[in-house]
């Protein structure tokens, strides 16, 4: 994993006073006989894991183990990563923009912000939009290390029905499974702006399978007003009214940071998976942790 710069250990260290040598040595120990996990973790990726779980260690050992059999698994989200040669992730590259703010929030928290740069629902593949989005964000946390907190803003403008036609239930269950419970996060708040009536649909989707946690801190903005009570605007990009500059010139430099990172992309999803076949007891599948997909055929939406 030298294809990448982690923030250095020591570094980690002064920023979080909490941290302790005994802690990341007793999750090194412990993954080391995980005999189904990767080999040979690097310290600053356990380290955002304790961070993520306020340096409790059982809560951390679940994180972790829910991050790599999901990486393992959800091969619709972290399969297929190749930034250069995947026309599936270029499309998506060209159609929706994901990037990490330079500003913060008033409370220190680090800021990423999504919306459409092409319109048109058939250039918008669910999966492929958040296979980019977890690569943005494995860069995001591995160049960035740990941070007092995350938040989410998506910007609904130019999305329609039509784009919330091509969301499936089961996709959206997945992915806010390994959302809530596999991140090494520190999720503060999820907030959505521009919201039109097609947010009422989309809502319906993601509800279900929002823990009580996220549904607290999730906020509707239909204008600017409320947004500036939780984030600073002037950190946005020019187009969502902020100062941070022009959304292609942010999202250029955040795409150039991807591609650097091609051989990062390929050798993270060989090594970074469990195998199943020395997992102690008995193998897990997609269906063991998600359940059978044909349950939700008939899945009801509000």
């Not at 979080?16 to 120990?29: A, C, I, S, T, Y």
């Not at 419970?181 to 999820?190: D, G, Y």
């Not at 999803?269 to 008995?282: A, H, N």
């Amino acid at each position: 994993m030298d294809l990448v710069k982690f923030v250095p250990v020591e570094e980690e260290f002064k920023r979080n006073p909490e941290l302790k040598e005994e802690d990341l040595q007793h999750l090194k120990d412990w993954c080391s006989k995980q005999s189904h996990f990767p080999s040979n973790l690097p310290d600053p990726i356990l380290i955002l894991f304790l961070h993520a779980n306020y340096y409790r260690l059982e809560p951390t050992k679940v994180t972790l183990e829910n991050f790599f059999t999901c990486r393992t698994h959800l091969t619709e989200f972290f399969s297929n990563r190749d930034p250069i040669g995947s026309k599936e992730i270029r499309n998506q590259m060209a159609t929706i923009l994901l990037t990490p703010l330079k500003g913060k929030t008033s409370e220190g928290y680090d800021v990423v912000y999504t919306r459409l740069i092409d319109f048109n629902p058939e250039r918008f593949n669910y999966n492929d939009g958040m296979r980019l989005f977890n690569m943005i964000a494995d860069l995001w946390l591995i160049e960035g290390g740990t941070m007092k907190g995350h938040v989410f803003i998506c910007d609904i403008t130019g999305v329609t029905m039509a784009h919330a036609l091509r969301l499936s239930p089961m996709g959206i269950k997945k992915y806010i499974y390994y959302f809530q419970e596999a991140t090494p996060l520190r999720i503060k708040s999820l907030h959505f702006m521009n919201t039109t009536s097609v947010m009422d649909f989309i809502l319906g989707l993601i509800k279900p399978f929002l823990k009580k946690e996220l549904m607290d801190v999730l906020y509707l903005h239909p204008t600017l007003d409320s947004l500036s009570e939780h984030v600073p605007l002037e950190i946005l990009p020019n187009e969502a009214g902020g100062k941070a500059g022009p959304m292609a010139d942010l999202y250029s430099e955040v795409l150039r940071n991807v591609e650097d990172h091609r051989e990062f992309f390929l050798e993270e999803e060989k090594t970074l998976r469990v195998d199943e076949s020395k997992r102690t007891g008995k193998p897990k599948t997609a269906s063991d942790i998600f359940g059978i997909e044909g349950s939700f055929k008939k899945l009801d939406i509000d």
